[in-house]
T-cell receptor, first 114, second 111 residues
């Protein structure tokens, strides 16, 4: 079945440093979504990428979708303690007929040291 | 957007018992999704709950262990049956309108 691999599993940074997490899929994705889960919270949608080579920015966050639509990245510039949490990428679920099914990457747990 | 109320938020249960988790959505949706998130892990889809038909389960999940009800377009329940410590996880319900919205999660500990 479809898999979405995400690295690294953990990342510890000093406040002000940059952070990047990467996702790779075994198959071409129609779209990829990114979610953030704060400690003790539930996943919250950040963004969706659809087009090959697409780049989107949200303040200090930059999201990229690869040309082949098999990989994606999330880059945070100058991390802050409020960025702490787990970042997940998610692609459409296998089996495809049930709209809305998602296959999540393993997530990257970001710790920011003040 | 969607507002999802999920309860209970947490519970500690004895092994061998069952727990029913409820999700209420503030608007009608065709499909609701139930996920499990084991400690420190990613989200794994358990099943898709459709109103008026049986839920569709993902590989590794069976109806006898995780029965689901979907009595109307705004409500669903997931039961975790005959629990063991391995069932200790966060259980999340979700609906999708271009993006996924999640309930607050149920943090289940089985002792």
């Amino acid at each position: 079945g479809q898999q979405v691999m995400q690295i690294p599993q953990y990342q510890h940074v000093q406040e002000g440093e940059d952070f990047t997490t990467y996702c790779n899929s075994s198959t071409t994705l129609s779209n990829i979504q990114w979610y953030k889960q704060r400690p003790g919270g539930h996943p919250v949608f950040l963004i969706q990428l659809v087009k090959s080579g697409e780049v989107k920015k949200q303040k200090r966050l930059t999201f990229q979708f690869g040309e082949a639509k098999k990989n994606s990245s999330l880059h945070i510039t100058a991390t802050q303690t409020t960025d702490v949490g787990t970042y997940f990428c998610a692609g459409p679920g296998a089996g495809g007929t049930s709209y809305g099914k998602l296959t999540f990457g393993q997530g990257t747990i970001l710790t920011v040291h003040p | 957007s969607a507002v999802i109320s999920q309860k209970p938020s947490r519970d500690i249960c004895q092994r061998g018992t069952s727990l029913t988790i409820q999700c209420q959505v503030d608007s009608q949706v065709t499909m609701m999704f139930w996920y499990r998130q084991q400690p420190g892990q990613s989200l794994t889809l358990i099943a898709t709950a459709n109103q008026g038909s049986e839920a569709t389960y993902e590989s590794g999940f069976v109806i006898d262990k995780f029965p689901i009800s979907r009595p109307n377009l705004t409500f669903s329940t997931l039961t975790v049956s005959n629990m063991s410590p391995e069932d200790s996880s966060i259980y999340l319900c979700s609906v999708v309108w271009s993006e996924a919205f999640f309930g607050q999660g149920t943090r289940l500990t089985v002792v």
